[in-house]
């Protein structure tokens, strides 16, 4: 007994439905289904019409895989280039500033160097004003025990002694005048240089901040060779950075390092340039 139409119309269906299910679904599903969709409709679908699909589909997948696998090389290439100029640009950051550090320690030992040369001539230049002017000066008589001569250092103290004792009580103006005396009558003492800047200190103490910067800037032109000249030109570095004259400041702190790196003040000077370019 010959098969109806019907059975081998159902016979000839199952194949193509077994080949429809091997086909990996999550990839090309709408390709091989239509492709196997016309076939089936074409009443012609066979083993070998399967198998061609499936190599069309496979050769497709492997271009596909060829072509991930080359944007992932062409990103991996990418990748190392950008890695390589990163560390090119750390490298040559780290050198320059390396530079940098060099320069800058050269410099401060040229300013040292040159520091201890001006200290060095403002010395000699005090010195010989110095024996110019006792040179210049008539012979001293001799005084009685009890009275000290007028340029005699025993004035010269008790001037100081006087003007830091109004000082202290407050009376600027009275302390400014025996300061002032001294520096009149007793400009070559010891003690002449503190008295300038004790002079200084009382404008500062009325709020007169310009004329104390101008009597602290006298200190060092004065008395250039001496502890007192640091000393005044790093109070006038305070003294204009509460003002908020930063640039006045840090002109002030570097005159301290350049003119005078050995002194203590040096140091600080150096601390408060530090802090200063932090603003």
């Known amino acids: 007994m010959q098969p109806s139409g019907a059975a081998l119309q159902g016979r000839a269906a199952a194949p193509r439905r077994r080949a429809g299910r091997a086909l990996p679904a999550w990839r090309h599903a709408f390709l091989g289904g ?30 596909q895989d060829s072509l991930f696998r080359a944007l992932a090389e062409q990103n991996r290439a990418l990748m190392d280039s950008v890695r390589q100029a990163n560390e090119l640009m750390l490298r040559v950051r780290g ?32 010195q010989v004003t110095s024996r110019q002017q006792q040179l210049a000066a008539p012979p001293a008589m001799e005084q009685p025990a009890d009275e000290p001569a007028a340029g005699s250092g025993a004035g010269a103290e008790q001037l100081y002694r006087a003007g830091m004792e109004q000082l202290r009580r407050g009376n600027t103006s009275v302390a400014r005048q025996a300061f002032a005396q001294l520096m009149r009558d007793h400009l070559t003492h010891e003690l002449a240089p503190e008295a300038q800047l004790q002079l200084a200190e009382t404008f500062y103490l009325e709020r007169s901040y310009d004329r104390a910067l101008q009597e602290l800037e006298r200190v060092p032109e004065v008395f250039p060779g001496t502890p007192a000249a640091p000393r005044a030109l790093y109070r ?15 002109s002030y ?27």
């Open 236 to 250: 006038a570095g305070v003294i204009a950075e509460e003002q908020g004259n930063i640039p006045r400041a840090r």
């Open 34 to 63: 239509t492709a196997i969709v016309a076939l089936a409709s074409a009443g012609c679908a066979t083993k070998r019409d399967v198998r061609d699909v499936r190599e069309q589909m496979a050769a497709m997948q492997a271009r």
């Open 253 to 279: 702190f570097q005159r301290v390092i350049s003119g005078y790196p050995t002194s203590e003040e040096s140091a600080t000077a150096r601390e408060k340039l530090r802090r200063l370019s932090d603003r």
């Open 95 to 126: 050198e320059l500033g390396n530079q940098l550090v060099a320069l800058e320690r050269q410099l401060i030992q040229i300013q040292e160097l040159a520091g201890q040369s001006q200290q060095q001539l403002a010395s000699l230049r005090q």
